[in-house]
């Protein structure tokens, strides 16, 4: 059919979905947040214009207010493959984590130690480095200067039967190589460390299925998902067991994530996250013929076009920044889906990128640069004004070949 990639996804049909593609600019600041599909804004409208009320049951407006919003987190659990009460909405994913620090703060002792990585964003950093004023030690598990990567095997190093936690990021969203999560909860789970994993960059990309990670805490952002701005943290029933309740006291014994949500829920974004799964189902229905019954397995479908439409884009994106002059790519060289998600940092010595970034802006492609609130990761790699930081340029299924040709265009004559 027109219009298809040669991996059989129908671009045009999944940008018509989305009522800010069309605006005039190449939309190449995807990590910072995707746009929205229509299925998204209708259903956050349809929740303030028709169930504005509390989720009382014993009236009819109640009763509607209360199965929209509980089909919404049916629908994000059935996505990640969690159950509905091992999950919750929040306000962000730092506000979670901040949250979920204050959770598992109670079981830490002077002279624990919690492994953070130097590549991850400060939002599964910062929260962890707080809780050294109790005593706990924070072990950093640095990223190669050169490649950017983290190295499971100098993990292996850093653990020890003091570890009680390893937090790490799914993918960064600066190297945007993609980490062996499943490995990670293995070697933390063998000197009985729990594992908090930053799903932020990943997401929109792949389909999170928490029960094959194994990771004990995931979290990820629904606004760079193509839904509304909401964290949502999964947490294991085991894992819940070692926290504290932050929600009314009235919550004590209740070990469901909602012990993790000390802001109750934004009604109407709840709402409109169901709009995400809408999405996928309407993607699938207008690709595959087969019915397949679980909302997870027919997203996985469309996750699949979608990997494989982002690493011909990246690839294109990739081998054109490097053959630009002085440009350095960070993270993989590779537009490989195996190794790395098409969120593509650069840099260029003598130039700062701002400079790059304004000038893209005024060929209207929109991309962003700094250090994207991961200091210490662009740091780690040489940057030397990690303010002015990397020039990012992330893309989705949605961008095309032409906005990626396009960005490259305009870089040629930015750079000369
Ligand atoms: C990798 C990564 N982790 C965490 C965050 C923080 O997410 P939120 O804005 O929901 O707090 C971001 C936001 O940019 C991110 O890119």
């Known amino acids: 059919m027109s219009g298809r990639t040669p991996d059989g996804l129908d671009v045009e049909f999944c940008r018509s979905q989305f009522p800010e593609i069309g605006n005039g600019w190449a939309y190449l600041d995807n990590a910072g947040g995707s746009y929205v599909p229509r299925s998204v804004v209708g259903r956050m ?249 679980s909302l997870h397995e027919r997203a996985k479908q469309v996750f699949a076009l979608f990997a494989a439409q982002e690493q011909t884009l990246a690839s294109v994106l990739i081998d054109g920044l490097r053959a630009l002059p002085g440009v350095r790519v960070l993270g993989p060289q590779t537009g490989d889906r195996a190794v790395r998600m098409p969120t593509v940092a650069f840099h260029v010595p003598g130039r700062t990128s701002k400079s790059i970034a304004e000038a893209l802006g005024a060929s209207k492609c929109l991309v962003a640069h700094g250090h994207f609130y991961a200091p210490h990761c662009v740091a780690a790699q040489g940057i030397a004004d990690v303010d002015d930081g990397v020039v990012r340029i992330s893309l989705l299924h949605y961008n095309t070949l032409a906005e990626v040709q396009g960005v490259l265009a305009a870089l040629r004559g930015i750079l000369g």
């Open 45 to 293: 409208v349809s929740f303030l214009t028709e169930s504005k009320n509390q989720p009382w049951r014993h009236t009819a407006p109640g009763k509607l207010s209360g199965d929209r919003l509980d089909a919404a987190y049916a629908s994000v659990a059935a996505l990640i493959n969690a159950e509905r009460d091992e999950i919750i909405l929040g306000p962000s994913t730092t506000a979670n984590i901040h949250a979920l620090a204050q959770a598992l703060r109670p079981m830490l002792r002077p002279g624990d130690e919690i492994v953070v990585s130097q590549q991850d964003h400060e939002a599964n950093r910062g929260a962890w480095v707080r809780l050294a004023e109790f005593g706990v030690t924070i072990v950093e598990w640095p990223i190669d200067p050169v490649t950017g990567l983290l190295d499971t095997e100098m993990l292996r190093g850093l653990l020890n039967e003091r570890t009680r936690l390893v937090c790490v990021t799914h993918v960064s969203n600066v190297v945007a190589a993609i980490n062996p999560v499943a490995d990670i909860a293995r070697m933390a789970h063998g000197v009985g460390a729990m594992v908090v994993v930053d799903g932020v960059a990943y997401a929109g990309h792949a389909l999170v299925d928490v029960k094959v990670l194994g990771a004990d805490f995931y979290l990820f952002s629904l606004y760079k998902v193509y839904g509304p701005h909401q964290g949502v943290l999964y947490a294991s029933r085991a894992a819940l067991r070692q926290t504290r309740n932050q929600k009314h006291f009235f919550y004590d014994s209740n070990f469901t994530a909602e012990r993790l949500h000390p802001a109750g829920n934004q009604y109407e974004s709840v709402a409109a996250s169901h709009g995400v799964a809408d999405y996928f189902d309407a993607v699938y229905a207008h690709h595959f013929r087969d019915n397949e019954p």
